[in-house]
Every structure is written in C-alpha cells, then in structure tokens.
C-alpha cells in the first residue's frame, strides 16, 4: 500500500492511498501455478480524502473511494465469480458545538448502483445474499 498526505494550506488537506495484491499458488504442487482466489485477494483500491476547514466551527470532507475489477481467477477456473469495478464519491460537513460536533454526511454522490467486493464474493449457496450498496 502507498499512501500520501499533504497539507496544501492550513485550511486545506489532502490525502491518498493505493493498495494493490496478487499472487500465484501451486495448491496441488505440480509445478502449475494459479491466480489466488478473489476470496484472499482483493483488487486494486484507490482512494482520495481531502478536509477543508472553512471557519473555526465549520469542516467540509470529501472521499472517492475505487474498486478495481479482477477476473484472473475466474479466467483460470479457480473461482466461479470475479470483482466488478466500482466507484463511490462521499461528501459531509461538521460544525463544531460546545459540547461535541455534529456532522452531516452524505454518501454515494454519484447514486451509483454497485454490490461491494465483499457481497460480490457470495456465490452457491448465499448468492441469494448480494444486495446493492446503499444510494443517496
């Protein structure tokens, strides 16, 4: 994972993180090598954060999140399902009260309609357990 954060005013932030894995296995130790499963390997993973504070009360925040698709193991039999792409961009903003803060959040902007790679990976029996992610 590589991840990055910068302060580009004292007002403003951003950071950023990329996580990408793979890998091969010989399970059956004939010299043959196969992709891991979509079950241990999860696909690329891109996020963007940035924080603004816009008065000494007030914060705004932002994320895109992305989820690469991946499909070798599917390609090469050893799973029966592969991860869809997907894209999620969240928005809030907080004010801070004597005695706490209040926030208010607001996800999935876009109102995209995606499973999370964690439900993709249901199949047989709970593949009547995929739901959709929340919209707006």
């Given amino acids: 994972m590589y991840a990055a954060d910068w ?23 004939d010299g043959d090598f196969d992709p891991l499963s979509n079950l241990a390997i999860l696909p690329l993973k891109v996020s963007i954060l940035g924080g603004y504070q816009i008065t000494p009360e007030w914060d705004a925040n932002f994320q895109v999140l992305h989820i690469g698709s991946r499909d070798r193991s599917l390609n090469a039999g050893v799973d029966v399902f592969e991860i869809d792409d997907y894209t999620t961009v969240d928005a809030g903003l907080g004010y801070d009260l004597p005695c706490g803060q209040v926030d208010l959040q607001v996800t999935n902007l876009l109102n995209n309609d995606y499973i999370d790679a ?19």
């Avoid at 302060?7 to 091969?24: E, F, H, K, P, R």
């Avoid at 964690?118 to 707006?136: E, I, Y």
């Fill in 7 to 29: 302060t580009v005013t004292d007002s403003l932030t951003l950071s950023g993180a990329v996580s990408w894995n793979d890998g091969d296995n010989d399970a059956d130790d």
């Fill in 118 to 136: 964690v439900s993709q990976s249901r199949f047989g029996l709970l593949s009547n357990r995929r739901f959709g992610a929340f919209g707006r």
